[in-house]
């Protein structure tokens, strides 16, 4: 549904406690570079994450762009496939998940039209939209746009709108066309694709995302006057299997497969779990959680869980989150951060997750933490914020990307359900 970090790190800044590390350099030039090695999984990464808000603080201001050139599709499309009207249902497309801005985002390469452009996979909403050349010319100044005029094979919806707003207040509406999307070498032709007029101001300066494409089910398609089927339902239909098998990962290159269960990325058993499509939201059961190796606790209030690669945190029921960060040595929850923060160098327990109503998803303790997005001025310590916190009272419990970068996570259309394994 994208709630993305930065509302809580804009927010964060502003505490007086903290003082920004010093240690962060200005970035010069407009692009940068995705890495494609990593890190020590314990050491919690926070500089980008920083930039981030940085960037909305107004104290960085060049504009952090992402070079198509760095995302090539790992499966190239086949030239001749673009234009083949119809494609037998067998087969499976793969493209890069990079992590953008800490791991605020992760982006993927796709095309539209035949035209390049980077986009978030959203499996918590249901619209495909992006920037283009309908925008006023000062929202999509040197930046790439999606041009219709410039595509064989866009059509315009008459009549047609869409008007969508997310999670975190962000919002784009406008008109409704439909063209083919190629992803990793496997095409959907006549796919329902938003053109927006307006846009909120977020996605003005989320240079490194050309747009949205939604994973959710059709129910939650905001197109009037008739509702449009969504993005993966209309893949799935080309796909050797109905699936998105989703390995993102922290600060890296991971992978988004279209088509297949792809066994060399998980080890062991994929636990599953039905979903209940009825919202349009990839929403499951998951009715218990542990601390550590505290004892299996209910959660009794727990209305219902969603798995959404379009937010960065894994958002829970406060007294859950309350329980969590108990156990977590000196930290605090601050109000005007609508989080949990903790000084870096505490130790962070192991917490578990039911997937189902028989199945516990453990995540390690050095996978919660999201940032460090301060020191304190009393002790010299670095501050990070957790990759946990509160729903704030949302209907809904979301596992984001927090938790989707610890597994290797399958949206199974059939059923439909989810799968969640161990990554190999
Ligand atoms: C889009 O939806 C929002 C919230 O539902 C509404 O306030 C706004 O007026 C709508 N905008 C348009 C252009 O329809
Ligand atoms: C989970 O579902 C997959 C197909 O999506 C299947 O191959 C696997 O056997 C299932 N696992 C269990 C434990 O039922
Ligand atoms: C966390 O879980 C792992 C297994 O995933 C286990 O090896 C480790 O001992 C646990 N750590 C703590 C502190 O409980
Ligand atoms: C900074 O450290 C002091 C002393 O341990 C503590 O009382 C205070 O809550 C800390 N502030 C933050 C923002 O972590």
Redo the contacts with the bound molecule.
Sequence with gaps: MRILLSIFLTLWLAYGALSAPTSLKRRQGRSFKIETVRRASNTIHGPSALRRAYVKYGIVPTNIGVDLDDFEPIVKAAAEDLSKEIVEPDQTGAVSAASVEGDAAFVSPITIGGQELVVTFDTGSSDVWVMNTRLPSSSIEGRPAFDPSKSTTFEDIQGATFNITYGDDSYAFGGVGSDTIDVGGVTVTGQAIGLPTQVSGSFLEDTYTNGLVGLGFSSLNTVQPQQQRSFFEAIAEVLDEPVLGASIKSESVGEYEFGIIDKTKFKGDLVNATIDASSGYWKFESAYYRV??GELKKNDQATATIADTGTSLMLLDQHVVDAYYAKVHGAQYVASATGYIYPCSA?L??FSIAIGPQHLA?L??NLMGFAEVGTNTTTGETVCYGGMQSNQGLSLQILGDTFLKAFYVVFDLRGPSIGVASPA
Excluded: A, S, W
């Design positions: 550590g190796d130790e327990p192991n453990t390690p303790g």
